[in-house]
């Protein structure tokens, strides 16, 4: 433990004890011998302003609030452990979209920074020891992601110009933003859509233009919100309607058995090593995918209609390599 944590720590013991505390108890829980402990109790002092008192009567040290006011670390204050999850989650942002938040966390990461060097760390070279690789990613707007983000935090609704990647065209309509869904490296929003009087997921990078309306957005419930986004497998899933039932042999197993593919799914080890797992979805284009990427080493079970849908995709790429 360095001093800033010890610091930390004493601080959380005289804030939550009722009673002056021994030396003996600070002692251990700042992991230190006697010398330290007096030294850090000095330094708070000087350079905290802390109104750090010692009881003779009842043998202990306690803060001194004679104003009747708490007494709180100055600025931003973490223990060691604390900041390098905060530099990770920095880093994190940067690597999702790098320069969307810079602007913003500039001054929280300037204080990071020179916290972490006075407790002797390296930002830089924290920052290098983590790499987030982003697959897939697909480039937006950064305008129209603040609109839609800022829509969906004040409860506003949005009226959108969105491009459809299946069928290439452009629509109109008035939205109610519901909330921004991170997913596979990029941004969707789940929303109610006016236009279309039902729920939609609008791949953020496909608004071409959005101007936040004066009207309140539709309130819709976390729990309904759920049960029509969350139910079923994937991004565009809508509510749930069919359960696949796959199994995996028994060396892809050891992997998939460790993985979450929905929150409802259900698993079990079969007789002969193989590993079944159920999925409750909707639209089967995304699970399709999903399952294709394993080749040989899973096979549908059911239903019929997945199984087939499946094998009409595998004889079809067959068709182009025979």
């Known amino acids: 433990m360095d001093k800033f944590d010890r610091i930390y720590a004493l601080h959380n013991v005289l804030s939550h004890y009722r009673q002056p505390v021994p030396l003996t108890k600070i002692m251990s829980e700042l992991e230190c011998a ?10 708070m002092r000087l350079y905290l302003d802390a109104p750090i008192s010692y009881d003779r009567e009842r043998n202990g040290y306690y803060y001194d609030l004679a104003a009747g006011h708490p007494f709180e670390l100055p600025g931003i204050w973490f223990n060691t452990s604390e900041l390098h999850a905060l530099l990770t989650a920095q880093v994190l942002l940067e690597r999702v979209d790098p320069g969307l938040y810079s602007e913003q966390l500039a001054p929280l990461r300037h204080k990071i920074k020179t ?3 006075n407790a002797g760390e390296k930002d830089d070279e924290s920052s290098r020891r983590i790499r987030i690789l982003a ?3 697909r480039q937006f707007n950064n305008h129209i992601f603040r609109q839609v983000a800022s829509a969906a935090l004040k409860r506003k609704q949005l009226h959108i110009q969105y491009n459809g990647r299946g069928d290439g065209e452009t629509s109109e309509r008035d939205i109610s933003p519901q909330r921004l869904v991170h997913y596979r490296d990029n941004w969707y929003l789940d929303a109610w859509c006016h236009s279309k009087n039902d729920y939609r997921t609008f791949a953020v990078e496909r608004i071409t233009q959005a101007r936040t309306l004066s009207k309140r957005a539709k309130a819709i419930s976390e ?9 079923a497998f994937g991004i565009f899933s809508g509510t749930a309607k069919h359960t696949a039932i796959l199994h995996f042999i028994p060396k892809r197993a ?6 979450e593919w929905h929150p409802e799914q259900q698993s079990r080890w079969l007789d002969n ?9 909707g639209n089967p284009s995304e699970l399709i995918m999903d399952i294709l990427k394993y080749g040989a080493d899973v096979e549908v079970v059911s239903p019929a209609s997945l199984r087939n849908e499946v094998k009409r995709r595998i004889e079809s790429m ?5």
């Open 135 to 137: 697959l897939a990613k």
């Open 34 to 43: 006697k010398a330290t402990a007096k030294r850090i109790i000095e330094h």
């Open 115 to 117: 916290i972490l060097e």
């Open 273 to 281: 090593g193989d590993y079944e797992l159920r999925i409750p979805y």
């Open 223 to 231: 729990q309904d919100l759920d049960g029509y986004f969350s139910s």
């Open 318 to 322: 067959r068709a182009i390599y025979c």
């Open 254 to 259: 050891r992997w998939v058995a460790e993985e």
